[in-house]
Structure formats: structure tokens, C-alpha cells
């Protein structure tokens, strides 16, 4: 299925165009799932983690459900699933799942209480009962993961998005949709930011020594903040931020302080309709981090924004999927970056759901010069819908796999890289 690739000033002026379609010719890179393994439903993001300590990439998902009535005594599903991997592409799901807030929507990996293991971090969409933040503590040596909750008092908090007929908010306040974990103040001691797509906030909450994590403090980030990246965007040594907001269609810019603050430095808009997902890495191998961000439910788009100095992003590169920019044809709900076979580029793979497909986009430039040029390979699925996706090496043998999260089956299949 062709595609468009398009060069443009951020003023809208476009510089170039090119055409690109898959290339039968060359064997495709990735072999389809031999094993798909069972996990809870509408599983809404997946990460990878050695958690046993035996070596192997171990997979996690959260596992949202649906969406109901926050009024409702159970508005959303409320588990994690662990598929614990015994060999090389062989996993076994971990019983009973761990339990979190309803409707939980995003996970980070990270090691917040000083033991050797990585620890779970979820953050929860429909948190009722304030279960916002659930954090599973890896006592490996135990056998077990230690849960705790983190409350975010919502009581000044204001709710932006979307009421029923009843005039009844549809969603919980603050609505998380993305968290990371990572030492932001400096004090050696892992952070957790998140966004709050529901009430327009960024939560920052200081690591504490006994405690995890300390009192959160919040941001006003206006226009539906849904997915983030952190990354040094201007080369002072403090983290920033990118931020894609979902409601206005615009990538933010926040400038961070070195002590857990960030300011709104910029914003421009994100050329597509519901931004939904974004990274930050080198494309273009320049040396400068661009930003990438996807787009969901109304227009099948990539874009890069190509870094030209600290907070500058002139030059946007987009790259569709669809042959019709009106029609509705992928629907990309996960996306992940990296440098898929090797090269040294930088790829893009999606999780597209409504055509039931894994887009990989693989960057066959040979310098820095825009645009960059991509060649794509397609893997479609009769039965399952992709919908969250990442990057791991899940059999040791130095090829990066690809591990996709499926909706309707409820299940985790693994591309196994065959290049």
C-alpha cells in the first residue's frame, strides 16, 4: 500500500515530496508470533523488564478493559499481567495478576526502592477511590510483588474533557495517560512524572527514601496532555519535556529546572488531528534529538520534527500510512523508536489498530540530509487488533524483536527478528 512522505517548514511551506511503497524484493525483516499468550483485557501498554533475574526479557501489560460510568461499581478492568519467560520465546503467565486502580492506561520500569530488582509503576486512567498511582515492589527473593497506592488529592483540581448526557463527567479526574520514572531533582532518588489528560496537569512526585515516592505537586499544562518524553532538549544537563496534546493537536515544549519544575518554553502544532504518541531520538543521525509523534483516529500520520538547536524543531518531516488523508485507515495507537536491523538509523514501528496491522519503518538514508527516507514493511493479523507495542532483544542474539500487545484475542505475540 503506497504512502506519502512530505517536507515542511513549520510555517507550512512544503520543500519536498516522494513517494514510498513496501519493496516485495527484499525478505521482510520480522517473522510473524508462532505463540500468542493470554492476558487480560484490552491490554493498553506493554513494557519489558528482566524481573526474575534469570537473564531474559520478562513482559508486562496493563490491562484496561473498557471504559465505563466512574460512577459504576467497577468502572474499567484492574490487573497487570506478568508473562515470566522460562526460555527464549517461552513465557509463562504469572497467577493470580497483580491488582491496581481501575483503568490502568500506562506503565514505567524502573528500580524506586533500593533493592536490585526493577519495580512496576502504573498509572491509572479511571482511578476511583483515588488509586492513582499502584507501584509493585520486586522482593525477587520472596517471590512476591509488594503493592502499594498513591492517592492524588484531585479536590483543586478542575476537569476539562467530556460529560454525558446527564452532565456527569464521562472520565475520572486527573486522568493519567503516561508516566516515567527518573532522577529529575538530582538527589539520587527515582521521580515519577506523569500527565493528567482529564484535568490539563503534569504531576511530579520526588522520590523518598521510605516512602517511594513524596506529596505530588502539579503543573497546568492546558490542551490535553496523553503521551510525554523526557529528554535533555537543549544541552544544559537538566531534563525537559515533550508533551503531545491530545485536545489541540500541538507538541509543548517544558524546560526543565533540575529540581523537578518544568516551564512552558513552546509549543507548535503537531500536523495531524489527536496526537497520541511520542518519542524523542536522533533520527536523521545529526547528533541532535528530533521529536516523534503519532496521530490516532483521524489521521493515519507520522511526523518528525527535526531538531536544529536547543528547543528548535524547524523542519517537520511526515510520513502517512493511508493512501487517503480523510479516510481512516490504521488508526496508530502505539508506536515505538529505534534502530531496528542494525544500521545505525533510527526506525519507526507502529501498532495499528483498525487495520489490524504492525507498520515498520525502516530509515535507509545514508547521511543527514532531509528528508530522510523510509521503507516500509507491513504484518497484518486476521484476528487481533495491535494496540501497544515496544522493543526488546527477547532471545539474546543482539537483533532487536519486536513484542506487540493485541486487542479482541487479549494477547502478547512476539516478532521474532529473522534479518
Given at each position: ?32 508470533p ?37 460512577r459504576?461499581?467497577?468502572p ?15 513465557y509463562?503467565?504469572?497467577h ?21 530488582w ?6 491509572n ?9 499502584s ?44 508516566v ?10 527515582r ?7 482529564s484535568?490539563?496537569?503534569?504531576v ?7 516512602k517511594?515516592?513524596?506529596q ?7 490542551g ?6 523526557l529528554a ?33 518554553h ?24 528530533d ?20 528547543f ?5 518531516q ?13 488508526e ?27 507498520v ?27 494496540r501497544a ?25 512476539i516478532m521474532?527478528?529473522?534479518?
Open positions: 500500500m503506497p504512502g506519502f512522505v512530505k517536507t515542511y517548514l513549520l510555517a507550512g511551506l512544503a520543500l519536498a515530496g516522494a513517494h514510498f511503497a513496501e519493496a516485495e524484493s527484499v525478505p521482510r525483516a520480522f517473522a510473524l508462532t505463540r500468542y499468550y493470554q492476558v487480560g483485557p484490552n491490554p493498553n501498554a506493554i513494557a519489558v523488564a528482566d524481573l526474575t533475574d534469570n537473564g531474559l526479557p520478562d513482559i508486562i501489560t496493563v490491562d484496561r478493559g473498557e471504559l465505563h460510568d466512574p459504576e461499581e467497577r474499567a478492568n484492574d490487573e497487570v499481567s506478568l508473562l515470566l519467560a522460562e526460555l527464549p520465546f517461552d509463562t503467565r504469572r493470580p495478576s497483580l491488582k491496581t486502580g481501575f483503568g490502568p492506561y500506562a506503565i514505567a520500569i524502573a528500580n524506586v526502592d533500593g533493592m536490585k526493577p519495580d512496576i509503576i502504573i498509572a486512567f479511571h482511578a476511583t477511590r483515588h488509586r492513582d498511582i507501584v509493585f515492589l520486586n522482593l525477587k527473593d520472596e517471590g512476591v510483588f509488594k503493592p502499594l497506592e498513591f492517592k492524588l488529592p484531585d479536590d483543586l483540581l478542575k476537569y476539562y474533557r467530556h460529560y454525558d448526557g446527564e452532565g456527569a463527567p464521562v472520565y475520572t479526574t486527573p486522568g493519567l495517560t503516561s516515567a520514572v527518573r532522577d529529575l531533582n538530582g538527589d539520587g532518588l521521580d515519577l512524572l506523569a500527565v493528567g489528560w484535568s490539563d496537569v503534569l511530579y512526585m520526588p522520590g523518598h527514601g521510605e517511594i515516592f513524596d505530588p505537586r502539579f503543573m497546568f499544562a492546558p490535553g496532555p496523553r503521551d510525554f518524553a535533555d532538549l537543549d544541552g544544559d544537563g537538566d531534563t525537559d519535556l515533550a508533551v503531545v496534546m491530545y485536545a489541540t493537536s500541538e507538541v509543548a515544549l517544558f524546560k526543565g529546572n533540575g529540581s523537578g519544575d518544568f516551564d512552558e513552546d509549543r507548535f502544532p503537531s500536523r495531524g488531528s489527536l496526537p497520541t504518541t511520542i518519542h524523542v531520538n536522533d533520527i536523521n543521525g545529526d547528533g541532535i534529538l521529536i516523534i509523534v503519532s496521530h490516532a483516529h483521524s489521521d493515519d500520520s507520522i511526523v518528525v520534527f527535526y531538531g536544529d538547536g536547543p528548535s524543531f524547524a523542519v517537520s511526515e510520513i502517512m500510512l493511508g493512501k487517503d488523508r480523510g479516510v481512516l485507515e490504521h496508530i495507537r502505539g508506536a515505538a523508536v529505534a534502530d531496528l536491523n542494525n544500521d545505525g538509523r533510527t526506525d519507526i514501528v507502529a501498532a495499528c489498530y483498525a487495520s489490524q496491522s504492525v515498520v519503518l525502516f530509515n535507509e538514508s545514508d547521511d543527514s540530509s532531509l528528508p530522510q527516507r523510509f521503507r516500509r514493511e507491513t504484518y497484518t493479523f486476521a484476528d487481533s487488533r495491535p507495542i515496544c522493543v526488546a532483544d527477547f532471545d539474546k542474539d543482539e537483533r532487536p524483536d519486536i513484542a506487540v500487545a493485541f486487542w479482541e484475542s487479549n494477547t502478547v505475540g521474532r527478528n529473522v534479518r
